[in-house]
């Protein structure tokens, strides 16, 4: 039965997330968390110097950017694309604590207290331009023009396990508990487990060069559309802005021996899960769990200036890749013939097949840049003994539809390595995803596809 203390307990639960009683928890635990976050997060969390009750948003205007080293601070900044050619535009919020905030802690017996914190997959992004709220509330996830059920069901695709699944279609189907209309809600698998940061990608030419990869890549592109709507309604000129992230989580009971939550104490998780008075308290909380509209450094007010450019309802395109300018020219067509013979094959013909519609089939390579460099890399293990060759390439993928304005091809990166025997010969090429990461797939319009295969055709045919 559900006591006084549970019921107040559920009834402010949308607010729990950074407020003021949850804070003191965040700072008990701040140094554990802080060993637990992600590289690239902890990266961007130490060199921003954020306080562990804070947050901070910065913003760039150019592609290439290194994050961690921004120091343009978004809030009271003038922000200004009415001038020269600038047509690209990136937020990010890092807050200062994990984006799954303690919200409340349960006494196993063992007099230290068990933290608990809700899983998050999704942020919802409020805006306010020169006083007027948008509240459309998309979900964005999957492709940019996907209506709204299919948008939630791409969003989904993002979660651990079943239920996980069930509470996060249940908590975007209805928004926040609190009543709030945010503009949008952003869903990443890249929220989770130790992560600081939220970029939001408004505005660029080059949509993947605006594109964090993997980090803002669910999103983003639909995100840049919901925004050229916002420019197309406010029109050219001087707006004040106003942004605001609100990491929301999810938590629940989903069986007798699992739960969808974030347990940190002295035992495993699954222990807690196990505990009959446990999954009672997870139970008494509520499952839909939203970030306080007053937590510290997580809104920004801002000036900014649009050219008319902006405003005419314009929505960027994905286009094909670029070829590395600087691959060696004596590995071109050794490298293009390769990736072509391995794309219908592995893991990158396996994503084809489930992408394309129809029997899809490889029509071009591009080959990349990656991790700043080109060609053939020889991989050595800690004695200096080379284990491996690989390259990097990008295959693109046409299939039975070729309606040129249909977003139903794909590019997919994938690995082309060469392994050694034991003898120490190397063997056949093969195709192969990213470790724990699978290869990187993208839709496509069929019209990019036959551009990138016209554009290319000069350096592909002196080279074959």
């Not at 196993?108 to 020169?130: M, R």
């Not at 239920?163 to 279609?169: A, M, N, S, T, Y």
């Amino acid at each position: 039965m559900m006591t006084s203390e549970t019921k107040e307990r559920t009834s402010n639960a949308s607010h729990a997330m950074r407020d003021a009683q949850s804070r003191e928890v965040m700072a008990t635990r701040a140094s554990a968390a802080r060993e637990r976050a992600r590289g690239a997060a902890r990266k961007v969390l130490d060199s921003w110097n954020v306080a562990h009750d804070g947050g901070a948003f910065r913003y760039w205007l150019k592609e290439d950017t290194v994050v961690s080293s921004l120091r343009d601070d978004l809030h009271g900044a003038n922000v200004d694309l009415g001038v020269g050619d600038g047509d690209a535009l990136s937020l990010m919020m890092c807050a200062g604590a994990e984006l799954e905030a303690p919200i409340a802690t349960w006494d196993d017996g063992s007099g230290d207290g068990v933290v608990i914190a809700p899983v998050v997959y999704a942020v919802d992004v409020y805006l306010t331009v020169d006083g007027v709220a948008f509240e459309g509330g998309r979900v964005c996830a999957g492709e940019p023009d996907f209506e709204s059920e299919r948008a939630i069901t791409a969003a989904l695709d993002v979660c651990a396990n079943d239920g996980e699944r069930v509470l996060l279609e249940r908590a975007l189907r209805a928004g926040p508990s609190d009543g709030s209309k945010p503009w949008c809600t952003i869903v990443s698998d890249r929220f989770v487990r130790g992560d600081y940061f939220v970029h939001l990608p408004l505005m660029a030419d080059y949509v993947d060069g605006a594109i964090l990869d993997p980090y803002s890549k669910p999103y983003g592109f639909s995100l840049m559309w919901q925004f050229a709507e916002v420019c197309q309604r406010i029109g050219h000129g001087h707006h004040e802005v106003t942004i605001r992230c609100a990491p929301r989580g999810v938590l629940g009971v989903t069986s007798a021996w699992t739960c969808v939550c974030r347990a940190i104490g002295q035992k495993a998780e699954e222990e807690y899960w196990r505990d009959a008075r446990f999954r009672e308290f997870i139970q008494s909380i509520g499952e839909n769990i939203s970030t306080s509209p007053d937590a510290k450094g997580m809104s920004a007010t801002f000036s900014l200036t649009l050219a008319e450019r902006h405003c005419v309802g314009d929505k960027p395109e994905r286009r094909a890749q670029e070829w590395a300018n600087d691959w060696p020219e004596d590995e071109i067509a050794q490298c293009y013939t390769i990736a072509m013979n391995l794309a219908n094959t592995g893991p990158p013909g396996a994503m084809a097949r489930a992408m394309v519609p129809g029997t899809p089939r490889c029509v071009h390579i591009i080959l990349p840049s990656t991790d700043g460099s080109s060609g053939i890399a020889a991989v050595e293990d800690n004695e200096g003994v080379v284990r491996y060759h690989e390259f990097h390439a990008w295959a693109l993928y046409r299939g039975d539809d070729a309606d040129p304005e249909a977003r139903t091809g794909a590019q997919i990166k994938f690995r082309c390595v060469q392994y050694f025997n034991d003898k120490g010969t190397p063997i056949e090429w093969v195709a192969e995803s990213y470790g724990n990461r699978p290869c990187n797939g993208l839709m496509l319009k069929n019209r990019f596809i036959a551009e990138a295969v016209a554009r290319d055709v000069g350096r592909i045919s002196t080279s074959l």
